[in-house]
Structure formats: C-alpha cells, structure tokens
C-alpha cells in the first residue's frame, strides 16, 4: 500500500484485511463448531501479564499475533459460560444460530438506535418483542425495547413508572414525601440499585416460607404506604431459587390500589413458552412492564435484556432524550428503540434471538425449556432420595437449592473449588437465610441427568 494511503489502513479492503477475516472467521467457526470447549478457569492479573505481554505497542502486534494471544492465554482464562456444566449463577446457553448470527450484526455495522437508521433490524426486533407480548398475554400495541441486561431493564420500567405516577399524581412539589417501589425481601439485587440510581426508597415485603410474594403482604405494604408507592415488583423466577411469585393475587390488587405492576422475569419469565410450567404466571397479562433475559434462558447470547411495556408511550414519555441534533428523530412519528429505556447509542441485540427463533421456531424453545424444567424436577427427587442430602425449598423452574449434612461453608467452597480444578462443573455455593448450600441452575439443552448425579457423587 502506497505511504500516502497508510491513514485508511484500518478500512480499506486489502490483502491484509482479507487475512485478518479469514483468519477471526476460522477462528470463530471452530470456537462455535467445537464439540468439548473445556470449563476452563481465571487465571491471576500476574499470569496473564507474564504469558500475554505487552499487547498495545505503537506498531501494532498484527491480527495473527493478537488472536494466538487470545486463543491460547485470554479465552482459556475465560469461564466458557455455554458448557452444560456451567449451572452457577443464572448460565446462559447460546443456540448456534444465535451465537453464529451475532457475527452478522457486527459485519453487517447496524445502527439499532432509530428508525430512521436501522429500520430492518428494529422491525425484526420489535416482531420478537410483539410474539413474546402475545406469549406472556399483554395485549396488542405492548412493546418496548432490548437494552444491555435486567439490571437496566428493571431500572427503565422503574423509571417508566415513576414518571407515570408523577404525572398522574399532579404533584409536582412532591409533597406526598418520597416515592416507594414495593417488592419481596427475595426480589433481585437490581431493584434495590435502580431505586439508589433513582433515589427513591425500597419496602422490602417478606415472601412465605416457600419463597413466594403473595397479595396479604405486599396489602399490607400498599396500605401502609398508600399513594407513595410507584410500583409492585413480583419476581417470576427469583435468582437463588427459581421461585415465581402470586402474580395474579398480587395483580388483583390493582382493583383496589393504583400502582404500576412491573414483572421482574429476567431469568424466569421465558419458562412462561412451556406449557409445563405456563400456569404458574396466571395474572402477567396484568402487567404495566415486564422483563426478560434472553441471554438467560431464551438461548441468545450476551447481552440482551427484552423490556415491554403494556403501554410503550409511557415508557416513551419517560425516556425519550431531547436535543437539536435529535430534532429529526423526535419529530418523527417513527419507532426508536433508544425512545424506550436509559439509553441512547444502542446495537440491534435482539436480533440474534430474532434469527434463532426464526430458524429453529418457537417449538423448539418450548422443548428445550421444557428439557430443563423436567430435569430440574427428576435431579431434585434424586436429591431428596440421597440421605446425605436435603433440599432446601422444592422447585418450581430450574434452579435446585440443596444441602450437605455436616458441611459448613470452607466445605462447600473447598468442594466447588475441586468440581473446577478436574474441569468437571462450575458450581459456586449459594446461601439462604445465613446457611451456605449447593445450586444447580439449569438453562443449558445438553445438561444431562447423568452429568448431575456425577456431581452430586462427590459429595459423598
Ligand atoms: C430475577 C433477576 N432480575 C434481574 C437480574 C439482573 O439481570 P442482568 O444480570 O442481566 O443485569 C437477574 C440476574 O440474574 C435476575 O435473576
């Protein structure tokens, strides 16, 4: 390349570009192709400095170079988050075509902010969020946006609802004293977060024994707070447990209170496909917002959180950022997805979710879910049969809480430790009410019954 041209280096296609595709592509086929990708586990701030090097130098290290550095010392010190004995946390299991497509989004430089911009993508987007609407029983005209995870999906409806409730309120001096969001003592960490960011307080209801949020609780905090209360959260599918709590009895409630129901369904909501465990979300038709994670349990990779309000203009009203450089958006009539959340600058995330449902179609969703849903319930009775075993609550979804007779937490830790070590599982202790315990939280279709008793074997 002539020195005059060495500024577009970095853009123009050339010999060195097509090397570079060529060899990220190979790279990525056999990453996606590969049957046995190991666990894999961190590696110190020390060691990847030694191993790796200095990566960023004035010249540049060229793409070969870069890319052996990320294969053989960065992925391997990586967790590989879609192998079937990944059960901590809330795993994510990425189909192929989704993992696959994802490539596509980046080649193909797409703008998911505005219509104006990436009309397509949004249109594949928003069919996604109209089915998913249409599954979980809101009614037509419900939509909303995908935005960066739950975390930021919860604190869009929260914020949503908290402008709904000034305005309907006409209280602009706030006199009413500050604003409350009502959720379980169980509900996830974010909502305690997204009510820091918003500065508004959080009354924490206890669930039942069982883990479930049920309406005499959350009556009592809704008679105690009165019009300060902005929004109800109820959780369908809590984190540690998996457990989904009385949405229509909490929903019911709405006769009598005027709050905004917003349904935390981050991990839990996609369960809803199958008709396995599809009775237990009686009353998310009455929700004001929802939210759910495909990068969870709907088989799309990170990070894509589905936000849906039942009416979008609230979500819209609230969000919506104002500026000369936007006029040509905001004065359009045109759906764009930045409109619907904290955010503006935005990728079309949906949209490997779109093409795996595409591709596959929702049959198979409703079966892979049902897969881990009915292992759940098959390696919770194992558990239940092993005397040196006990479950802590019974399942509901796919998440499976148990203990250790005898085992403090240097136990559980020292177990879990090992399980990684041999490359067997990532399964990092949990706790509830003060006691540690084991958890399997199961989303991945090639989980196996045999897999889980293996693991459970060494705890003998
Ligand atoms: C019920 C629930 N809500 C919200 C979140 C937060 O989601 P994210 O990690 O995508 O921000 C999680 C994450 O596990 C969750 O389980």
Known sequence: MADDNLHARMHSVSGETRRIVDEVLEYSRRRILADGTPL???????????????????????????LA??????APACITTDHPQFLSFIPSAPSKAAIAFDLVVSASALYGGSWLEGAGAVHAENEVLGWL???????????????????????????AARDDARIRADDPSGSRGRWVIVCSAEAHSSIVSAARVMDVDVVTVPADEDGVLRAPAVRRALEEHGDRVIAVVATTGSTNFGIVDDVAGIAALKREFDFWLHIDGAYGLTAMLSPLARDLFRGVEEADSVIVDPHKWMFAPYD???????????????????????????????????????????RPRGLPLWFSLATYGAGAYR???????????????????????????????SVVVF???????????????????????????????GRPNARFAIVNPLTTFEQLTGILDTMR
């Not at 819209?316 to 955010?343: E, I, M």
């Not at 559980?412 to 599982?425: M, N, P, T, V």
Request: aromatic share 6%.
């Open 367 to 397: 079966q892979a879910i049902g897969h881990s849903l009915e292992l759940a319930r098959r390696i919770a009775a194992e558990i239940a049969a092993r005397p040196e075993l006990s479950l802590v609550r019974e399942p509901q979804l």
């Open 403 to 433: 203990e250790r007779e005898g085992w403090e937490r240097a136990d559980y830790d020292r177990w879990s430790a090992r399980l990684l070590e041999e490359q067997r599982a990532f399964v990092v202790p949990s706790s509830h009410a």
């Open 133 to 159: 609407a249409g599954e979980f029983g809101l009614p037509a005209g419900a939509g909303g946006v995908f935005v960066q995870g739950g975390t930021i999906g919860n604190l869009s409806a929260l914020v």
């Open 304 to 346: 894509a959180c589905a936000l849906i309000y039942r009416d979008p203009e609230t979500g819209r009203r609230a969000h919506t950022q104002h500026a000369g450089y936007l006029d040509v958006l905001t004065d359009s009539a045109d759906w764009s997805p930045s409109d619907y959340a904290v955010q503006l600058t935005r």
């Open 40 to 66: 894999d586990h961190a590696a110190s701030e020390a060691e990847l400095r030694r191993i790796a090097g200095t990566t960023i130098d004035e010249a540049g290290i060229g793409a070969s170079r870069a």
């Open 69 to 74: 550095i990320f294969e053989h010392v960065l």
